[in-house]
């Protein structure tokens, strides 16, 4: 009698934020690839780069997570759809694999009227993901935060990104923070994130106009130009939008496109980026950017750049990539901050180059690490 087939391990992917357009694409997008619908453009870890790394199988991946709004993921992937972030038909699709990762969403929080403290809410939200990875028979689970950008904390109580970091730590859950929101940044988490033994990335997700600024600051520097302003305006809506209509979650956001300047130029140069919320530009985005630049004799020149492009859609194939590769760090026993995965982040951890070009030769090297540490 032959032994019955072993079952490939399955891995968790927690997402906070759960019934948003990112998450929601994250889900919709990972069962199209699955069932061959479409294939993996904007994955990182589906190139060859990757394909000797031991990374979990996109098939393998099992979603949940916590949300405070109550739309379900098919009636929000339907409304992706009708956007045009998400192709038509799809929903229908993959309707089964949305159902399955919707009956997986726990309420979040704090909620108006909450009247549990940060303990309480950190217990809650760790006892969640536990009973998740229990459940499910998951080998392991990566927490990933893709809620909205929240304000910069004035004191020391937690925001909630940062009890969900907590919580994910506390859990044993590698983490992830997608957004420009604290998280784990809390100076009142790095006593747990530096005993907690676990891998986890940086924050702030490089998507779109400082994907685009982590290129050109090094180009102006290599070539010894003089830049002398560098001004943005982003134009933007759906809950992103309304989100950063907020000065405070605003400035949260800006303070990244503003650092990845500083490190590849060396230099603050003049200009702010500004955000305005355009509803009626949904899920997609524009982003505009003025470089005013010196060259040889002083000769004044300017560069204007234009992106237009669609968040969730950018942000999806990002989210499954760091996923998949914090599990396999975290199953080979790797601990700490990552600054191997600055590639993908405005703000990294630990010591990581500014520059693009580097950043993914770091992110090479980290690839043969994985497939190395595999085979010892």
């Known amino acids: 009698m032959s032994a019955p087939r072993q079952l490939p391990p399955r891995v968790g992917v927690w997402l906070i934020g759960a019934r948003g357009s990112v998450a929601t694409t994250v889900v919709a997008g990972c069962a199209a690839l699955t069932a061959g619908l479409r294939p993996p453009t904007g994955l990182v870890t589906e190139t060859p780069t990757f394909a000797r790394s031991g990374l979990p199988a996109l098939s393998s991946l099992v979603f949940g997570g916590h949300d405070t709004l109550d739309c379900p993921l098919p009636k929000r992937a339907e409304q992706l759809a009708a956007g045009g972030v998400l192709p038509p038909g799809l929903p229908a699709a993959v309707e089964a694999e949305l159902a399955a990762a919707e009956r997986e969403i726990r309420p979040g929080g704090p909620l108006p009227g909450d009247t549990r403290d940060e303990e309480e809410l950190i217990a809650a939200f760790a006892t969640d993901l536990r009973d998740f990875v229990r459940r499910l028979g998951l080998d392991r689970a990566v927490v990933v935060n893709v809620a909205s950008t929240e304000p910069a904390p004035t004191g020391a109580a937690l925001p909630a990104s940062s009890l969900y970091a907590a ?19 809390h100076p009142g988490l790095a006593g747990l994130a530096a005993s907690s033994g676990l891998p986890y990335g940086g924050r702030d997700g490089k998507t779109g106009q ?36 907020d000065p405070a979650a605003a400035a949260a956001k800006n303070a990244g496109k503003e650092r990845v300047l500083a490190d590849t130029l060396g230099t603050v140069p003049e200009g702010q980026v500004h955000i ?101």
């Open 276 to 376: 305005d919320d355009v509803p009626a530009l949904g899920d997609w985005k524009t982003a505009w950017d003025h470089v005013a630049f010196d060259g040889f004799l002083g000769t004044r020149m300017v560069l204007q750049t234009i992106w237009q492009g669609c968040d969730s859609a950018l942000a999806a194939p990002l989210v499954l990539d760091l996923a998949r590769l914090l599990a396999r760090a975290h199953e080979l026993g790797l601990s700490g901050p990552r600054p191997e995965l600055a590639f993908f982040f405005k703000d990294p951890v630990g010591d990581a180059p500014a520059s693009l070009a580097e950043q993914y030769a770091e992110l090479e090297r980290f690839a043969r690490r994985l497939s190395e540490e595999d085979g010892r």
């Open 210 to 245: 400082t994907l685009l600024r982590s290129v050109l600051g090094p180009m102006f520097a290599q070539r010894a130009l003089d830049v002398r302003a560098w001004s943005g305006t982003n134009l933007l809506g759906g809950g992103d939008g309304a989100a950063l209509a």
């Open 167 to 185: 919580a994910a730590l506390r859990a044993g859950c590698p983490y992830v923070n997608f957004t420009p929101s604290t998280g784990l940044h």
